[in-house]
């Protein structure tokens, strides 16, 4: 086609393949084609999930994202990185000499870990055997390889992925310390009694914890880890050493090519470049005028937002939709530990709403609700999970709440769905998957056009491919339709108006 729009992506992570899959969805003219350079070579996987890997509760293969079934101009070119773009000219050049002309760049190159300075003047690939940072798949890989003969683990950073990768190093039988230069655990996202909960059910599970303690150095012999100084002089033996101390958003090819750039790639509402408006940036490397989460749900809605606008090119760009709400939920999938804060929360949230607490240190509960105009804007719960599965429906939908607000911190909030034993008792409308608003009716009606297991739901609703906390929930739905309905008919014999009803068994 000679009208066809070139959309050089750099960047085959969550974000990135969520970016081609959205444009190519709304694009069934086949208008634009994607060339995608990816650093990796494997095929896009859930970043998200890769401390269940190191628990040993999910296979590396478990982690791959589904493919989208779409028939569109699309080449992917795995293992290919990026070195320069030359704006003037519209070309990225990549490692092997290839050129790659674009009508639109969009950078979704991610973050990388940032390495701690403990080992002197090193560079990333120059760490001592025994220390890892988690980021990549083969970071995953080396983790779990390393926990075979590891006889003593320190992990530093106390953050969200920290207290998961040490509960994942708990559950394989490796003793673990978790150093923390904060006053508390997660002091981004819990004040000080949620995290005192926090770290009494971190200590349940055998993790020691050290918070207010600063790593000065690591301590190597002969090339490995032997163990962590801190400031007074401590050493806490390791020879497995996982840095979680967080991300710097990768901007080198930005910075090169001369965009703006602060900490992230500097984008408008719209996501552009302010330097140059057929380059745009999404996920971790950009820096939106609301701020980068660092979560995976604001990648996605950006990757969505920038879909909608070109293939909308009769839309002005001030009409681009805003950030959706409820983007900022954060979730600890570690084993035996639940944590779920969002919107106000922690010590150093400022907000006019109104707060309602249940602290509950020796059940292991802490839930804390704000709320402000009869909505709630801001919740923090430990060891509540359905509460917490409540409260994220409420605050990512606006739902009403009761006008006595004590009531959500013990009961359903009204109007979302009660978690049913059995998912005869879900309505249709109940949402399964918070990550991706697949609801049980979209399972159902995917179902009825030919869907025989949890992996061809995935491919076409992406369900499970989030957080992946609605699994166990998506598994139970597709066994209870494989008993209760086996025998539908074909995508042929089914239309689509169809798969939105309920079948007799799925009727509630």
């Not at 958003?249 to 302010?274: F, H, K």
């Not at 802490?366 to 409420?394: F, K, M, N, W, Y």
């Amino acid at each position: 086609m000679n009208n066809q729009v070139r959309v050089v992506v750099v960047g085959h992570g969550m974000v990135g393949a969520r970016f081609v899959d959205d444009l190519h969805q709304r694009d069934p003219d086949g208008r634009f084609r994607t060339t995608v350079l990816g650093d990796e070579e494997y095929e896009p996987y859930n970043r998200v999930l890769l401390s269940e890997v190191v628990a040993g509760k999910l296979d590396v293969a478990s982690i791959t994202l589904p493919r989208n079934a779409h028939r569109s101009p699309s080449e992917v070119l795995p293992g290919t990185r990026a070195v320069t773009v030359d704006r003037s000219a519209g070309v990225v050049h990549d490692h092997a000499g290839g050129r790659h002309p674009y009508d639109i760049l969009v950078l979704a190159t991610g973050a990388r870990a940032r390495i701690p300075d403990l080992f002197g003047r090193r560079d990333d690939d120059s760490l001592p055997a025994g220390v890892h940072a988690l980021r990549t798949l083969d970071d995953a890989r080396e983790i779990v390889a390393a926990t075979v003969n590891a006889h003593r683990a320190v992990v530093v950073g106390g953050g969200v992925l920290g207290l998961e990768v040490a509960c994942g190093l708990a559950h394989r039988g490796v003793p673990v310390t978790v150093v923390h230069g904060g006053a508390h655990l997660m002091d981004r996202q819990l004040d000080g009694p949620a995290a005192a909960v926090t770290t009494a059910r971190l200590t349940s599970l055998g993790i020691a914890v050290r918070v207010g303690a600063r790593t000065e150095e690591a301590v190597v012999s002969d090339g490995r880890v032997t163990g962590v100084r801190l400031e007074g002089g401590e050493v806490l033996p390791a020879d497995l050493l996982v840095l979680t101390a967080g991300t710097y958003p990768e901007v080198g090819l930005a910075q090169r090519a001369g965009l703006d750039v602060a900490r992230g790639i500097v984008v408008g509402t719209d996501l552009a470049s302010p330097a140059d408006a057929r380059v745009f940036a999404i996920g971790d490397c950009a820096e939106p005028p609301e701020g980068g989460s660092g979560l995976i749900a604001q990648g996605w809605d950006q990757a969505r937002r920038l879909a909608t606008l070109l293939t909308e090119p009769s839309a002005a760009r001030d009409d681009v939709p805003l950030p959706t709400v409820g983007t900022d939920v954060v979730k600890v999938k570690g084993v035996g530990l639940d944590v779920v804060a969002m919107g106000v929360c922690g010590a150093g949230a400022v907000s006019e709403g109104r707060r309602v607490r249940l602290s509950d240190p020796e059940g292991g509960r802490h839930i804390e609700v704000v709320v402000a105009d009869g909505r709630v804007i801001g919740a923090t719960c430990v060891g509540a999970g359905p509460v917490a599965a409540d409260l994220v429906a409420a605050y990512t939908r606006g739902t009403p709440i009761p006008a006595d607000p004590a009531q959500l911190l013990m009961r359903p909030v009204a109007g979302t769905a009660v978690p049913a034993a059995s998912p005869t008792l879900m309505p249709d409308r109940a949402t399964v998957c918070r990550c991706n608003g697949v609801t049980k009716g979209d399972i159902v009606g995917c179902w009825r056009h030919g869907a025989r297991s949890v992996q061809d739901v995935a491919a076409a609703t992406r369900a499970t491919t989030g957080c992946g906390g609605c699994e166990d929930a998506v598994c139970g739905i597709v066994d209870w339709l494989r008993r209760s309905d086996p025998d539908q008919p074909t995508p042929a014999a089914a239309s689509t108006d169809d798969a939105r009803e309920p079948t007799p068994a799925a009727t509630v």
